[in-house]
């Protein structure tokens, strides 16, 4: 039987997430995935999912691959497990699912002018947040390949 | 209509600069639609279900999350 916040999750899924998105229990979370194609041609595959020790709502990155150094709070605001760094006061999570989104759906753009522009041979800081590390960020994507 | 990747970034700037997470001029409101493209608020038709994206930075300034 699902508990209201459960419900209100799916409530949320049905009205403002891709119609194609998933669901699936992973480990006991419900965990919807969903499709993002990028306005560079990028698509991108993000789960996003409840997580009670973490305290709100996580988006984990599936696809596309990313080089293991942009994997930094400072560089591709992405934390090694995959999970998208979401901002100044919790970094791992939003507290709802909607927020959630939203935040993964700009990250995701992001990233693929991220990609895009280093595939183009001049590499681009991550475009949408104003406290990227310039230094971390050079030898990362300097080490890209 | 696809949006303009540059305005998209000089507005999200601009609303981090002043700590605008969720502007209240729809010209800097950034919005996901039910496909996850993002738009201007202003920029919508009305009616349209969309996600509003807060826009804090995407971490911690140095300091606080290390």
Sequence with gaps: MMNRRQRADRTTVANRLPRGTTHSVIQGRDVYVFKKNTEVGIQFEIAVYFDADEGGYCA??????????????????LFEDGV???GFSSMRTRP???????RACLWAEGMAIMMRSYEAGTPSEF???I???????ANAL???R | MAIDLNRLRQVVHDNQK???TTPAEPAKQVVVDRAGNIHMRNELRTGEQVTEVQQDTFAGFRGHDE
Excluded at chain 1, 60 to 77: R, T
Excluded at chain 1, 96 to 102: R, S, W
């Design chain 1, 142 to 144: 300097r080490g890209y």
């Design chain 1, 96 to 102: 709802t699912l909607e927020d959630a989104y939203g």
């Design chain 2, 18 to 20: 002043n700590s605008q």
């Design chain 1, 127 to 129: 475009p949408f947040s």
């Design chain 1, 60 to 77: 984990q990155l599936y696809s596309p691959a990313v080089e293991e150094s942009w994997k930094n709070a400072h560089v591709g605001h």
């Design chain 1, 131 to 137: 406290n990227n590390d310039s230094t971390e960020a």
């Design chain 1, 84 to 86: 998208i760094c979401m």
